[in-house]
């Protein structure tokens, strides 16, 4: 075989092996659906969908350094700063069953964590899939508040959707920049939104 033409088969498995290892990230504001379609996606690939709200509000429930960290900004509807959440998921995806990838629902949310992440994952950053679930305004008011949680009350809602555009909007232009961001219209029934982002992620290799 050709000096090239061995060297471009490396190279292919070698991102190949990158894109197996890589996250998948759903961005989108609360009541686009990121919670349902990142889970169905993790049961499809065979991965973990990892949650960090999900997490604080275990950490919360248990009473420990991060939860009682994290406690006054979950009161009050704010984002937890940058540090305990990077800290985090450090830890997390260095476990075991993220070695084949693995679908981030909730981080990053802040251009600090986008960088954090990068850094973290290195040469596999560039494999990533990013999912930006788009749904218009009146509907995500609609959704959130017949949801019901505490949170999800009136000026609650207000205010985490306002920190949406403040503090995560921006990570929709971070991704787009590296070529990595998909669109996907979330304002159509559950399964047709699932069907489009598994097609996403399957073409990726
Ligand atoms: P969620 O269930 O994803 O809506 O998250 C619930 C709450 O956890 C949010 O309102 C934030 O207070 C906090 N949270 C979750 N993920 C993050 C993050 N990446 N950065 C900062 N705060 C977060």
Redesign the pocket.
Known sequence: MAREARGSVAAGSLKHAAASRAPVIFLGP?GAGKGTQAARLADRLGVPRI????M?RDALAAGNAVGRAAAP??ER????PDEI?IGMIRERIADPDCAKGYVLD?????LP?AEALEQMLGAVASSCVVLNLEVPRDELLRRLSGRGRD?DRGQAVEH?LQDYEDQTRPLVDFYERRGRLHRVNGFRPMDAVSADLQRIVEARG
């Open positions: 609360a949650s960090t709200g999900d604080l900004f979950l509807g704010d984002l937890v959440l909730g981080f990053p949310r802040t964590q949170d985490r």
